[in-house]
């Protein structure tokens, strides 16, 4: 909006001036809008381009850096697991050393796979006493059977 003002009182405004006071053209008599296309055509395409124009040697001309520093650094910290943060052990903005710890996260989740993990493990053991037993069973089973079975022969 500023580019376009500061062409127009470049272009526009003095051919306006010129037609209205040393002319002595009235607005709506002799200045309607046709006219006033047609009488200013030339100033508005030029005030166009010199828009144009000055808003790209703004852009080309925009101070620029590459060798800019920080006066803080920021790293972000993202933990190998997702969860929720329990606890943090460091203030804002504090300065910490590698090995530090900065924050602990919400363990409750893996608490309770781990306790229903070693449940289902008994549960297996379990089933692999009575397995056994089964087999223990069904040997003895065998053997019972095998003596019957030569002593009829």
Known sequence: MLEIILC???TVLPDYLYRRYRQGKRIG?????FSVWY???FGLITCLMLT???I????YFHPSTTSATLYYRTVPIIPETVGRVAEVHV???APVKKGDVIFRLDNSKQQAALRTAGSKSAE???AMVAAQADIMKAEGQLQEAKPRHCAAA
């Open 124 to 126: 297996v053991d379990a």
């Open 91 to 93: 203030d804002f903005s």
């Open 29 to 33: 008599h002799e200045i309607t809008l």
């Open 56 to 59: 790209t040697m703004i852009f």
């Open 8 to 10: 127009s009182l470049v």
């Open 52 to 54: 144009v124009a000055l």
């Open 39 to 41: 009488e200013l055509r």
